[in-house]
Nanobody, 125 residues
Framework: QVQLVETGGGSVQAGGSLRLSCAASGITGSVASMGWFRQAPGKEREGVAGIAPSGITKYADFVEGRFTAFRDRAKSTLYLVMNNLRPEDTAMYYC???????????????????WGQGTQVTVSS
């Protein structure tokens, strides 16, 4: 089993920045790809960014260069740096992990096995 714990959420004004962290524990050797997802009230969960073991990273179109996802494998931690935040970025942000390598799956939430509890991001105008 793998446990994922997200931290770093909070409330910021539009244009502000946040850095989310996701610490993995347990059988982390089974973790290959990791990703960030978000879900706003009344909306479907959507992919934000995903990183394959090769380092290939994919971002959702709405990111538009504002977010950077990276991984510290030594610390089993995934990060998401979010700059120039907008009110529409308000959502619960989730970290996810899977044991596969297919980069076409990086933003597909159904492909991920392990999920964190989420951290709330609120952006005010």
């Amino acid at each position: 089993q793998v446990q994922l714990v997200e931290t770093g959420g909070g409330s910021v004004q539009a244009g502000g920045s946040l850095r989310l962290s996701c610490a993995a524990s347990g059988i982390t050797g089974s973790v290959a790809s990791m990703g960030w997802f978000r879900q706003a009230p009344g909306k479907e969960r959507e992919g934000v960014a995903g990183i394959a073991p090769s380092g290939i990273t994919k971002y959702a179109d709405f990111v538009e260069g504002r977010f950077t996802a990276f991984r510290d494998r030594a610390k089993s931690t995934l990060y998401l740096v979010m700059n120039n935040l907008r009110p529409e970025d308000t959502a619960m942000y989730y970290c996810a992990a899977g044991s596969w390598y297919d980069t076409t799956w990086l933003l597909a939430h159904a492909k991920y096995t392990y999920w964190g509890q989420g951290t709330q991001v609120t952006v005010s105008s």
